[in-house]
């Protein structure tokens, strides 16, 4: 049977770094009280006349790059985002156009901070049903754009970025690849993080949209509960009904959203430090782009190795949540 596997990975932030010293200027905050509650340190953020899609398309070229692909090679790109440039346009299309990759079909993805991991399965699918494609995979946001600069409980956590992976058929060793995945989504709580202004529920101007609504807005300690419960479960599910037990894990890379977060799953799932991938403290939470970005850094930082058991997993507004498996 065919497996499919990441071929190769790109990421690309904006220079532009806003500390949490910046952002004590900025709004009733401290360096300290971030640093406790989130782990976050600084984070990258667009400057004006950049557009998250200028990223996208630089991760996707080290990613082809790295890949030995060719653009016109590409059948298919799919880019997870909730912050495409445009509504119309997609992301995927800016990025097809700025490659160059001809042949390649390209729509966006909308699932919150799971979306890579949806794109990644969707990818795998693709690949096993046609062993010689190649799929772009890019999570790409430019979440500093939607965010209320002026609400502390949400603007220390954001920032902006791009990751890409390549995606195709495993050829040597052949057990490299994906394993399985699990997707999910729990649509009751969606009322915990919005972005509801640009969305067709309303005309553009609508008096009845309260100015707020076009930022993004959470209740961040309800998120929080239902991340940590959701992504041991997905975890553990995805490790036993593999065969395999925690112990086999050779790195567990989640969404970076909150450090306490990852602290408590590392916790509950009994892992040491050493296998828990953490570079919250450069990015903030970067939604889609988070997962991509954390799995670059960690096979560039050789934390990641070749033959490792890597597990992925998100959780996301809407709710949304995911999880892959893979042999790296
Ligand atoms: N600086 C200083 N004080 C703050 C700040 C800040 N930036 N933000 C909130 N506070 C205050 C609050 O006002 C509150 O004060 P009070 O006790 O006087 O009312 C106090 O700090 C505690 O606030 P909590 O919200 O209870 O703090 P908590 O420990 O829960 O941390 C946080 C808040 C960091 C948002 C946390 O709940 C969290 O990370 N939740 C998960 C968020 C998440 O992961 N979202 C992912 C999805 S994001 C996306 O999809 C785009």
Same mark, same amino acid.
């Given at each position: 049977?065919?497996?499919?596997?990441?071929?190769?990975?790109?990421?690309?932030?904006?220079?532009?770094?806003?500390?949490?010293?910046?952002?004590?200027?900025?709004?009733?905050?401290?360096?300290?009280?971030?640093?406790?509650?989130?782990?976050?340190?600084?984070?990258?953020?667009?400057?004006?006349?950049?557009?998250?899609?200028?990223?996208?398309?630089?991760?996707?070229?080290?990613?082809?790059?790295?890949?030995?692909?060719?653009?016109?090679?590409?059948?298919?790109?799919?880019? /997870?985002? +909730?912050?495409?440039?445009?509504?119309? *346009? !997609?992301?995927?299309?800016?990025?097809?156009?700025? $490659? @160059? &990759?001809?042949?390649?079909?390209?729509?966006?993805?909308?699932?919150?901070?799971?979306?890579?991991?949806?794109?990644?399965?969707?990818?795998?699918?693709?690949?096993?049903?046609?062993?010689?494609?190649?799929?772009?995979?890019?999570?790409?946001?430019?979440?500093?754009?939607?965010?209320?600069?002026?609400?502390?409980?949400?603007?220390?956590?954001?920032?902006?970025?791009?990751? /890409?992976? +390549?995606?195709?058929?495993?050829?040597? *060793? !052949?057990?490299?690849?994906?394993?399985?995945?699990? $997707? @999910? &989504?729990?649509?009751?709580?969606?009322?915990?993080?919005?972005?509801?202004?640009?969305?067709?529920?309303?005309?553009?101007?609508?008096?009845?949209?309260?100015?707020?609504?076009?930022?993004?807005?959470?209740?961040?300690?309800?998120?929080?509960?239902?991340?940590?419960?959701?992504?041991?479960?997905?975890?553990?599910?995805?490790?036993?009904?593999?065969?395999?037990?925690?112990?086999?894990?050779?790195?567990?890379?989640?969404?970076?959203?909150?450090?306490?977060?990852?602290?408590?799953?590392?916790?509950?799932?009994?892992?040491?430090?050493?296998?828990?991938?953490?570079?919250?403290?450069?990015?903030?939470?970067?939604?889609?782009?988070?997962?991509?970005?954390?799995?670059?850094?960690?096979?560039?930082?050789?934390?990641?190795?070749?033959?490792?058991?890597?597990?992925?997993?998100?959780?996301?507004?809407?709710?949304?949540?995911?999880?892959?498996?893979?042999?790296?």
């Amino acid at each position: 049977t065919v497996r499919s596997t990441i071929l190769g990975m790109g990421m690309a932030v904006p220079p532009k770094v806003l500390t949490n010293h910046d952002l004590e200027k900025m709004v009733e905050t401290s360096d300290a009280w971030i640093t406790e509650r989130t782990g976050i340190k600084e984070r990258h953020i667009l400057e004006d006349g950049e557009n998250i899609s200028q990223y996208a398309i630089k991760a996707s070229k080290e990613a082809l790059e790295r890949a030995g692909i060719s653009p016109e090679d590409l059948n298919l790109i799919i880019c /997870a985002t +909730v912050t495409p440039d445009y509504l119309i *346009p !997609s992301l995927a299309v800016l990025v097809q156009e700025g $490659l @160059g &990759a001809l042949r390649a079909g390209a729509f966006d993805l909308s699932a919150t901070c799971s979306g890579f991991v949806y794109a990644l399965s969707i990818a795998d699918q693709f690949v096993k049903a046609n062993p010689e494609w190649k799929v772009l995979v890019v999570g790409a946001e430019a979440l500093s754009r939607k965010t209320n600069w002026q609400d502390r409980s949400i603007c220390v956590l954001l920032g902006d970025g791009a990751g /890409a992976a +390549v995606v195709g058929k495993s050829t040597k *060793p !052949s057990q490299k690849g994906i394993i399985d995945f699990i $997707l @999910g &989504a729990d649509g009751s709580k969606w009322p915990l993080l919005t972005l509801k202004g640009g969305g067709s529920a309303f005309f553009p101007f609508d008096d009845r949209l309260p100015k707020e609504e076009y930022y993004i807005k959470m209740q961040g300690r309800e998120v929080f509960k239902f991340a940590t419960r959701v992504m041991e479960r997905l975890a553990l599910e995805l490790l036993e009904r593999n065969g395999f037990s925690k112990e086999d894990l050779d790195l567990l890379v989640p969404h970076q959203a909150n450090l306490r977060i990852i602290e408590y799953l590392r916790d509950r799932l009994n892992l040491p430090k050493e296998k828990v991938f953490v570079n919250i403290d450069k990015y903030g939470n970067t939604s889609a782009a988070s997962i991509p970005i954390a799995l670059y850094e960690a096979e560039k930082e050789g934390v990641l190795k070749e033959g490792d058991l890597v597990l992925l997993v998100a959780f996301g507004g809407g709710f949304t949540f995911g999880g892959v498996l893979l042999r790296w």
